[in-house]
């Protein structure tokens, strides 16, 4: 941890989006061997070709430094990158800011605005709103093709706006290909290319061992609120009140700040064809942990939910509300404000 780093701790930086640093990395293997400590290579999916670099630096005996490689896309999507690092690397996700890094209390403007520093610190919403506006085009038209990857900046933009509006439903690939004209094979890269670079996320189904016919699909949501609101094209918060999404937004806005404490390795939903669901079931310390999203000042149990409790034999059930108060609904199911579940959570080590 760098945390408990030695306060004497050689520490090297290396911004790949600069061009003196892209020029010191010109023999990449002749420039790191030499350093001592902590190497920080940012942005590396600019420059895929350290990979094999760096497991011959990890497999020196001595081990004379240690690499934290920071990055804005999967190491799977990166072209190039397929030289292997297994039990060479530890993988930490890392998001925008999280509630409970920003506190409760701003609750409101942390779901509104998202969780991408720039936006969540703008001095108003307009400015905030332009934030984001930017980074579409940045991603679309200068991350993206940096990845290797050649696809319109506009086709891209109309895909991930029409993958807004499925948010918090189960996806419907087809359907997706149908409306933007394209095959399905092709919707699917472009699903696979916004999951890698952490802007959308597949919630994947649970299966239980039931006579009952359960939803094998996976759901979507876009991984932070404030872009979300973007490409719903939603003017300001008090539109969000009325908005269709709302709930949507809610549940996708509530699912990240718990996956932030709990981790998303073990992390889905259930559904079956007869009706029953379950918005999360998370397995995390040693319990199974069901979660329901009722963007609702007064929630109440439901029958679908009585019966996931008992068919996934869950340990607690949590409605998640916007409310001022949490409160138990039977011995087993609690409506809970999202910050008092934030902090009864307990964290990954």
Partial sequence: MLAEASPDLEIHHFDLESPADLARLTNPELALSPLRGLIILDEIQRMPGLYPVLRVLADRPDLPARFLILGSASPALVEGASESLAGRISFI???????????????????????????????????????HEDFFRTFLERDIPQLGISIPATTLRRFWTMVAHYHGQILQLSELARSLGTSEPTARRYLDILCGTYVVRQLPPWFENLKKRQVKAPKVYIRDSGILHALLNIPDAVALESHPKLGASWEGFAIEQILSITGDREAYFWATHGGAELDLLVFHAGERLGFEFKYSEK?????????????????????????????PLTETITASTLADLLDLLTPLP
């Fill in 93 to 131: 996700d890392v998001s925008g800011f999280s509630l409970s890094e920003v506190g409760t209390g701003h609750l409101a403007e942390r779901w509104w605005r998202g969780g991408f520093p720039r936006a969540y610190l703008a001095r108003d919403d307009k400015t905030a709103r332009q934030w």
């Fill in 299 to 327: 929630p109440s149990t439901s029958k679908s939910m009585h019966i996931a409790a008992s068919d996934l034999g869950l340990d607690h059930l949590y409605v998640v509300h916007p409310g001022k108060h949490s409160f």
